[in-house]
């Protein structure tokens, strides 16, 4: 079949080369390029024990006490927030113990072996060389912070994932460049990174046009419907058809979803990273920062501190008080490291009110795929992801249970 993916995020990406494989005629969509956005900005963790939603039951009680504080993760732009508060109240009204458990199981089954599925996706191909295998890390300042945090520690437990815990002082003598600032570390096995995503994705994508796949450089700007179901793509360059579209344009995939009549409450959750670049010294595993919810992980020349949510849409420049944040944090964690510059960046998660992605039909009709709102997983689930869609296209059945993931859930609201 010729085969549109509309997105070169690692979700469009990974979907292309698996259609290819299958002996499809695909051609990649995008406005910018591959791996130019949230593919590109991530925290580059195979976070395959991600199991566990930011909406979890006492959310609503913390929120405002972490609003009001400078050094906590969360931030709004308050402009933003009359057109927020729909959506809000959708994504606060799944901060349930049964949701946890519903995302929670979902989960596991699409992330539980992301390492093999990166290594398959990558296998024979330059991007091969970016994967790495450590020990995904969480650093807690205090036992009784860890302690805290024991409802999200069961909740993991309930679902397999395999860690460890070790005091500050084990942990430093594997790595000693945090020096005493954990008092307790969470070892999570089975994990991996990525060195650079940006260049990974870029590098499984020159593999995609390699073999033979299209890759094309300009802006969607509608859909065309026939009986219900999507036929074209209207775009810069003119009308692209196909007999399959697969939609996996991230944060962007909003309004055309709902053109499709699948009416998810959805949402650009905006996330920030710094990188020291050249640093004196680098950590030997990424490691979460439990205190400030964000990942220190080690890339090829730089040290990127990334995470941070803040909610103020797509359109709005980069906030300075998320950024000075990570500066603070980094200085007081690792106070004696040097490095020869620092860079900034922003961009965007696509945020489902549930924090389910949609992978599936979009219609009876099979014509047309969803395959995006991955939010803080799109790195860790996109190959995976791609698969699925390129077996559903193919026919045949996923080896997991799809449910949880279906946007037909969201359709006729």
Wanted: one cysteine or more.
């Amino acid at each position: 079949m010729q085969i549109l993916v509309a997105g070169a995020g690692i979700v469009g990406i990974s979907t292309a080369i698996w259609l290819q494989r299958a002996g499809h005629d695909v051609t990649v969509i995008d406005r910018t390029g591959p791996g130019t956005g949230t593919s590109h900005g991530n925290g580059g963790v195979l976070a395959a024990g991600a199991v566990v939603p930011v909406t979890t039951p006492g959310i609503t009680r913390k929120a405002p006490a972490m609003l009001l504080n400078r050094d906590a993760p969360l931030y709004l732009r308050w402009s933003y927030v009359p057109r927020l508060l729909p959506f809000l109240r959708s994504y606060l009204s799944h901060a349930t113990d049964a949701h946890v458990d519903h995302y929670g199981t979902a989960m596991a089954a699409l992330l539980h072996d992301s390492v093999q599925q990166h290594q398959a996706l990558a296998a024979d191909t330059p991007a091969a060389k970016f994967i790495t295998t450590e020990d995904y890390c969480f650093g807690y300042a205090t036992r009784a912070e860890f302690e805290a945090d024991s409802y999200g520690w069961g909740k993991r437990d309930a679902q397999g994932v395999k860690y460890e815990v070790v005091s500050g002082a084990e942990y430093a003598a594997y790595d000693p460049v945090f020096g005493d600032a954990f008092e307790t570390v969470v070892r999570c096995k089975n994990h991996g990174r990525i060195s650079d995503p940006g260049a990974y994705v870029r590098a499984l994508a020159d593999h995609f046009v390699e073999q033979g796949g299209s890759l094309r450089i300009t802006n969607i700007t509608d859909i065309e419907m026939t009986s219900g179901a999507v036929t074209a793509l209207m775009t810069d360059d003119g009308i692209l058809r196909a007999d399959r579209i697969v939609f996996a344009m991230g944060p962007w995939s909003r309004e055309i979803a709902h053109k499709m009549g699948v009416k998810v409450p959805f949402e650009s959750e905006r996330g920030y990273h710094i990188e020291l670049v050249n640093p004196s010294a680098m950590p030997r595993a990424p490691m979460m920062v439990a205190a400030g919810k964000f990942v220190l992980t080690p890339m090829e020349g730089r040290l990127r501190a990334a995470g941070v949510i803040e909610f103020g849409g797509l359109d709005a420049p980069a906030s300075r008080a998320p950024l000075d944040m990570l500066r603070r944090q980094i200085k007081r964690l690792l106070p004696d490291v040097t490095c020869d510059d620092v860079a900034e960046w922003m961009g965007h998660r696509p945020a489902p009110a549930d924090s389910l992605p949609l992978i599936g039909a979009n219609d009876t009709s099979g014509l047309s795929y969803s395959a995006f709102g991955h939010s803080h997983v799109g790195l860790t689930g996109g190959p995976k992801t791609g698969r699925v869609i390129a077996e559903m296209i193919g026919g045949h059945l996923p080896n997991m249970d799809m449910a949880p993931f279906s946007p037909a859930k969201f359709i006729g609201r």
